[in-house]
C-alpha cells in the first residue's frame, strides 16, 4: 500500500460527488464470504460487479472497525483495525483495489462521537479513577443528590434511559447513546489529534471519503446544562427534538471548529476526498452551517425520506432542499432510505402499494440533481420485515424501547430456493437474521433481466441518469403546471430536455407532451397522443 502525495491541485473529477450516486452498504448483511452468517469485506469484493452493473459511483460502507458489536459496529474499539467478523485490513486493502479497478469510490464510515466502552482509553479512564488525566478524555462527573446518586443533568440517551451510567467509584459518565458507547471529550486536544490522524490513517489507505457519524453531538454545552424536561418528567423525549429544537448536546457552534480543521486534512490528499455528515439541526439554516468550502462538502438531507406519499410533500421537500443547496453552494443529497429507517416500500403502505410507490420514488429521486444515496436493497424493492422474533432482533435500542431497527437490516437475498438466498456461499445456511420465504423471489439472481422488476428498473433508471446531458448535470429543474396530485419538472441541458412526471393524485391520469418516454415505473398505455401514467406511478420522458 503507497501513501497518497500530499500536494494535489484540483481537478474537475475532484467534485465527482457532487451528482454521484452512492449506494449504503450496510457490511454485516450485504455479502458473506466466509459463512459465519455475517457479511465481510470480502462478500462485498466478490459483489463489486453487481454494484458497477447497477450503474452506482461510490460505496458507503457502515462501521467495519474492531467492536465488541453493541451497536453493530457504532462502538469502535480499535479505528485502525479491521473487527475480525469481517476480515482484515489486507481485505480492506483488496476490496477498495479492486473498486477503484472497477471505477468506483469507497466512503467509510467515521464515528467520531463516541468510542466503544472497550476501547483502550475508556479502560484507562475507568482504571485511573475520578480526577485522573485519562478521565479528561470522556465525559464524567459527579453525580447530583446527597450521595452522588442521582445522574449529573437531565439528558436521555437517544436509545432511551438516562444518557449517564454510574461507575464503581461513583462519578457517572456520558453516553448520548448506549452505557457501551461513551461520549468522547472533543474539547480535549488528544482527542482533536488522535481522530485527525484516523482520518489520514484511512486517506493514506486510498478512501475517498467520510460519512461522519452523529457529526452534530461532538461539542456539548458549557456547564452541561439540564434540558428541562424528558420522558421521566414529561413523557416527551428529548429525542423528539432532533431536527425540530435546540439541545445543550447537539449542534453547538464550536462543532464547526472540528470540521474546519478537518478540511485541510481532505483537501491535502489528491481526486477530490470528501465528507458527508449525519447531522441534526433545528433549522435547515443551521445544519447548511456544516458545508461548505472550510467545512464539510455534503449533509444528509432526510427531509425527503421524511416526505409524506403526497405531491405537496415532495414538492415542498424538494423546493426547499434546492433553495438550500443554492445558498451553500452544494448539491443536495437524496435519501430515502438507510439503516436507522424503516425501509420505504414499508413506509409507503407496504406490500404492492408500498413497492408501486417505491419504484415511483426512486425515479422521482434519480431525477434531481444532486447527491443520491441509495440503501442496499431497495434496489431489490426490498420491504421492512416487521415480524422478527424478538430473541433475534440485536438493535440495543430495542432492550430500551421496544423499538429496533433489525428489520432493515436482514442480509441481501442473492439468489437460491431456500433462505438465506445466497448470502452466504453455496451451502451455508447461517445469516445473523432470517430473510422471510417471500424473499426468493425478490433476489438479485430472480430479478436479474426480469422484465418490469425493480433492480431492473434501478440499473435502467441509474443509465440513464448517467448517460442523459439533461440529467448527468447540475443544472435546476422547471416544474411544470399539472392536475393536482401529479408532480411534473422539466432538467435541460442545451437541446436536451427530460420530464419526470410522478402521479400521486389517486387516480389514473394521461400526460402529453413530454416527448418519447425513456422509462417508467409501471407499464404506460398510449391513448391518443399521450400516455396514461397509472396512479402511484413516475416516468421520464425525453425531448432532444
Ligand atoms: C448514527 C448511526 C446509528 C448509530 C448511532 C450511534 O445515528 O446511523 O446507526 O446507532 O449513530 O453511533
Redesign the pocket.
Known amino acids: 500500500m503507497a501513501s497518497a502525495p500530499r500536494t494535489t491541485s484540483r481537478t474537475a473529477d475532484d467534485d465527482w460527488w457532487r451528482s454521484a450516486v452512492v449506494y449504503q452498504v450496510y457490511v454485516r448483511s450485504f455479502a458473506d464470504a466466509n459463512s459465519d452468517g455475517v457479511g465481510d469485506l470480502q462478500g462485498i469484493r466478490q459483489r463489486l460487479p453487481y454494484l458497477r452493473d447497477l450503474g452506482v459511483d461510490a460505496l458507503w460502507l457502515?462501521?467495519f472497525y474492531t467492536s465488541p458489536q453493541v451497536?453493530?459496529g457504532?462502538?469502535v474499539a480499535d479505528y485502525r483495525n479491521v473487527d475480525p467478523l469481517f476480515g482484515d485490513l489486507t481485505d480492506f486493502d483488496e476490496m477498495i483495489t479492486d473498486a477503484h479497478a472497477l471505477g468506483l469510490r469507497i466512503i467509510v464510515?467515521m464515528?467520531p462521537?463516541?468510542t466503544s466502552s472497550a476501547h483502550p482509553w475508556f479502560a484507562a479512564a475507568l482504571a485511573a479513577g475520578p480526577g485522573s488525566p485519562e478521565r479528561e478524555r470522556y465525559l464524567f462527573a459527579e453525580g447530583k443528590g446527597e450521595q452522588g446518586e442521582l445522574p449529573p443533568n437531565d439528558w436521555e440517551s437517544?436509545?432511551g434511559g438516562p444518557a449517564w451510567t454510574r461507575v464503581v467509584d461513583g462519578q457517572w459518565y456520558l453516553h448520548?447513546?448506549?452505557p457501551a458507547?461513551p461520549d468522547l471529550n472533543w474539547r480535549h486536544p488528544e482527542v482533536r489529534a488522535e481522530f485527525e490522524d484516523v482520518l489520514r490513517f484511512w486517506l493514506d489507505r486510498g478512501v475517498d471519503g467520510f460519512r461522519i457519524?452523529?457529526a452534530h453531538g461532538m461539542i456539548k454545552a458549557e456547564g452541561l446544562p439540564d434540558v428541562g424536561f424528558n420522558s421521566m418528567t414529561t413523557g416527551q423525549r428529548q429525542s423528539e427534538l432532533l431536527g425540530k429544537g435546540r439541545l445543550p448536546y447537539f449542534d453547538q457552534d464550536e462543532v464547526h471548529d472540528i470540521y474546519r480543521a478537518w478540511r485541510p486534512i481532505l483537501d491535502s490528499y489528491p481526486g477530490g476526498r470528501m465528507a458527508v455528515a449525519?447531522a441534526w439541526a433545528e433549522t435547515p439554516q443551521r445544519l447548511a452551517r456544516y458545508i461548505g468550502p472550510d467545512e464539510l462538502h455534503q449533509a444528509f438531507s432526510f427531509d425527503f425520506l421524511d416526505a409524506t406519499w403526497s405531491a405537496d410533500s415532495f414538492r415542498k421537500v424538494i423546493d426547499t432542499a434546492l433553495a438550500e443547496s443554492t445558498i451553500v453552494g452544494a448539491p443536495t443529497t437524496w435519501v430515502l432510505s438507510?439503516?436507522?429507517r424503516q425501509r420505504h416500500v414499508t413506509r409507503y403502505g407496504d406490500g404492492e402499494v408500498g413497492l408501486r410507490r417505491a419504484r415511483a420514488a426512486a425515479l422521482l429521486m434519480f431525477a434531481l440533481p444532486g447527491c443520491v444515496y441509495v440503501y442496499q436493497g431497495e434496489e431489490l424493492g426490498l420491504p421492512e420485515v416487521l415480524d422478527l422474533p424478538d430473541e433475534l432482533r440485536q438493535?440495543?435500542?430495542f432492550r430500551r424501547t421496544g423499538e429496533s431497527?433489525d428489520g432493515c437490516r436482514v442480509p441481501i437475498p442473492w439468489g437460491g430456493e431456500l433462505p438465506p438466498y445466497g448470502f452466504g456461499p453455496d451451502g451455508s445456511e447461517l445469516s445473523w437474521l432470517p430473510a422471510p420465504a417471500t424473499w426468493r423471489s425478490l433476489s438479485v439472481a430472480a430479478q436479474t433481466a426480469a422484465p418490469g422488476s425493480t433492480l431492473e428498473l434501478y440499473r435502467t433508471a441509474l443509465r440513464i441518469r448517467h448517460e442523459h446531458p439533461a440529467l448527468a448535470g447540475l443544472d435546476a429543474i422547471t416544474w411544470l403546471e399539472t392536475e393536482p396530485g401529479v408532480l411534473a419538472f422539466r432538467r435541460t441541458t442545451g437541446d436536451a430536455e427530460v420530464t419526470c412526471v410522478v402521479n400521486i393524485s389517486g387516480a389514473d391520469v394521461t400526460v402529453r407532451g413530454y416527448g418519447r418516454p425513456l422509462v417508467a415505473s409501471a407499464d404506460l398505455t398510449e391513448r391518443g397522443d399521450g400516455h396514461v401514467l397509472p396512479v402511484d406511478a413516475a416516468a421520464w420522458f425525453e425531448r432532444r
Open positions: 457502515t462501521p451497536d453493530a457504532y462502538d464510515d464515528v462521537n463516541h437517544i436509545f448520548l447513546f448506549d458507547q457519524d452523529v449525519e438507510n439503516h436507522d438493535d440495543p435500542a431497527r
